[in-house]
């Protein structure tokens, strides 16, 4: 141990400095809220782009023939054609009639705006969750074949996109992620948002 001046120096058995400990990790809060602005606004257009798809006939998912402004059905096809899971009569029942219609597109544009604009991400989310779960049942990922025998083509029977879906609204209504990058901010002050926390 080296001895100067008859003080014990801080240094080491051999004349070595200890380490300096690495400084404690901090989560970037800008990074953090471009990150959740970034996610926001992907997950919004999602729905957004089905409803815009499923009225104009865009060529994707809605051939023109098919699109909603020219009286094709955005339920018909994909309720009509559910053929596993314990729902599947229900679905049926509900495929192209005019309130499964409106409701499933109402709900994709105000899914849609909300999440890109971000505002009302609480009523978004329950909204959201509602929808993606009835769309989890109609493709029942838990089913590994069809009524018909063929493989159902799911790759997880738990967690699929739709659980994905709902996780992130969920994480952006909890994050308040509307704030950056949207209209969250400017939301959460009006009147009627301050007085019912569950609008926010």
């Known amino acids: 141990m080296t001895i100067t001046q008859g003080h014990t120096s801080p240094a ?10 690495p400084p404690a990790a901090e989560a970037p809060p800008r990074a953090a809220a471009i990150t959740l602005a ?9 729905f957004l782009w089905a409803f815009l798809d499923k009225t104009f006939g865009l060529g994707y998912a809605t051939g023109t023939a098919k699109a909603w402004v020219q009286g094709g059905s955005p339920t018909k096809g994909f309720l009509g054609s559910v053929d596993v899971g314990p729902l599947q009569s229900m679905f049926h029942t509900w495929a192209g009639t005019w309130w499964a219609d409106w409701l499933f597109m109402l709900a994709m544009l105000g899914i849609g705006l909300a999440v890109v604009i971000g505002i009302a991400l609480r009523p978004a989310a329950v909204a959201g969750t ?3 779960a009835l769309m989890w ?7 590994q ?35 950056f990058w949207g209209l969250g901010g400017w939301w959460s002050g009006l009147p009627f948002v301050r007085d019912h926390r569950w609008a926010v």
């Open 12 to 21: 080491g058995a051999h004349g070595q400095q200890p380490p300096t400990p």
């Open 130 to 132: 509602i929808v993606l």
């Open 145 to 179: 074949h069809a009524a018909d025998g063929t493989a159902s083509g799911s790759t997880n029977p738990f967690v699929d996109y739709h659980v994905v879906y709902i996780l992130a609204l969920i994480t952006l209504a909890a994050t308040q992620a509307g704030r």
């Open 38 to 46: 970034a996610l926001r606004i992907g997950v919004g257009f999602v």
């Open 137 to 143: 049942f109609a493709e029942f990922p838990l089913a």
